[in-house]
């Protein structure tokens, strides 16, 4: 497998989580790795010693500055894209999910046959446990070493007023990619559902930025609730990834952002280059 390289620049401008005007930009470099313009004269490579332990959601910070949702930029690293700077607002534009990202970005890759992509793994298994239970259930992340170049991902996720719904994916590929960057977080129903709904039609975009339970069946609804965790995961995961893409088996059990950086945190001590 070879690793896309962007041909040109990229500027992605749309409102941001909160409905402000932003915007973020991808630029190819010919060093490997993905790097942050924190300022004019600073750049930072994006790794796991960028993740604010703090936050309940994966937020890279440097100094006095921080990039925020970046689950949903990170999971571009595994259409292949590698050599890329981003520099972006604090809070980036906000689909909900990462498709768009992907769709403006897409025309502009073109695959680099120069070098082949390398796999990172871990030498042994960790797992981080939540010390309380989620919605009933045990929350953990797992990441499990593997013998040969691949991803496989099993997800269990629930959702109290419909259930729980488990799947696995046992290869990543640019379909299946796609269809996982589709579909936008959870959204809050109730009364907050009919107040964003209603702000939808004034421009506001948090509506449109969330799958509602209550616009989708059952079963449509928790299919799509998984699908945005494992984007969420492999958004995380990249942080692993430094110039290649990360090799192995992950769990996700009830988990959350905050079980995936624990769990990366400690994978970055047992990281290896398999190739």
Not at 62 to 77: D, Q, Y
């Amino acid at each position: 497998m070879h690793p896309l390289k962007l041909t040109e620049p990229v500027t992605i401008r749309a409102p941001n989580l909160w409905g402000f005007p932003s915007e973020i930009k991808f630029s190819p470099t010919p060093h490997p790795g993905w790097w942050w313009q924190v300022n004019p004269i600073t750049t930072a490579k994006i790794s796991p010693e960028l993740i604010d332990k703090q936050t309940l959601r994966t937020r890279l910070v440097f100094g006095k500055r921080k990039l925020e949702i970046f689950e949903h930029i990170g999971i571009l690293k595994w259409f292949g894209l590698d050599g890329v700077v981003v520099e972006s607002k604090p809070w980036p534009p906000h689909f909900g999910c990462a498709l768009r990202l992907w769709e403006e970005l897409r025309p502009f890759c073109k695959e680099d046959a120069s070098r082949d992509v390398a796999w990172y793994g871990v030498t042994k298994r960790v797992c981080w446990l939540y010390p309380k239970l989620r919605s009933g259930q045990v929350g953990f992340t797992e990441i499990l070493p593997s013998e040969k170049p691949g991803l496989e991902l099993e997800i269990a996720y629930s959702y109290p007023p419909i259930g729980t719904k488990k799947m696995t994916f046992s290869s990543i590929n640019t379909a299946l990619l796609e269809e996982i960057c589709r579909y936008p977080s959870q959204g809050v129903s109730h009364w907050f559902y009919y107040l964003l709904k209603f702000a939808s039609y004034f421009g506001a975009p948090t509506y449109k930025t969330a799958t509602w339970p209550k616009d989708n069946p059952p079963e449509e609804t928790m299919r799509r609730f998984v699908l945005h965790r494992a984007s969420d995961l492999l958004g995380a995961l990249s942080l692993l990834c430094e110039d290649g893409l990360f090799s192995g088996k992950i769990i996700s059990h009830h988990g959350g952002h905050e079980s995936d950086v624990k769990a990366i945190l400690q994978a970055e001590e047992v990281l290896h280059q398999k190739s």
